[in-house]
């Protein structure tokens, strides 16, 4: 009579392993490849305190500063400590302390994360799926730091007493005011912008700026759709425009895109 062998699920992933691991073969390499990751990001995050740099992937029309603005500055401190005490934490728990004539390499984060990530142990720990789920963690952390979404700006916080422009990502759904810590819902403050820009005569923007305010709002229309309307003769561009960018008043396309009209 044949015994089926004891299994357990992947404490990452759920699938099924046999009880002598804790994460599978996959997941064992992904956590392997996220310490290496983070052992190569180390650089970059130091650099990022370098007041030379340019932030967000180094584009050339960022402002250089005298020094980095504090919040990323504290961010980035954060992170590589952050990155360091999971660094030394995983090899104590993974290996023990080091031998004497290992302390330099203990000592150095990126030999200690190198060294980790090719632990014999690294998918047989008990606690294997916790390290990795914070690894994981840390490199999301450091992507965001290193790579940072686009962002734009979407119109003034809400509080009264406050007012400043706000920026969020395409797609975010709240925005937290960094001044006031005022909390909205993106939707309404664009709404809010929609509504200043389009009963007021004096806004205006190209097509493809309209289209996209528009658009963010969920008033759904293409650049192409207001060249059209211009070409037909439905929306006259602005008198002071330039002739190669034509410019168009956000009320005109929201009558035409709406089909609401001002008494």
Known sequence: MHTMPDTTPCANCRKPIDDQHTLCPSCEVRFALTLLRLAASLDPLYAMLDATVHYGGHEHEHTQTATPPTPIRLAVLDTIDDITSHAYELHRVLLGMPDPEHEATYEDVIGTLTVDAGAPNLSTHPCAGMYMRTALQLMQATDLLLDPPDLHDIGHCTNPLCGVMLQARDGQSTVTCPVCATTT????????????LCWDDEHRGS????ARVFTNCGIPVLANTIRQWAKRG??????DTRPHRPTYRYS????LTVGVKRD
Do not use: F, G, M, S
């Open 234 to 239: 439905k929306l006259h561009a602005a008198t």
């Open 252 to 255: 005109d396309v929201y009558r």
């Open 185 to 196: 819902d993106t939707r309404t403050i664009l709404l809010r912008t929609l509504e200043r």
């Open 207 to 210: 097509a493809a700026q309209i």
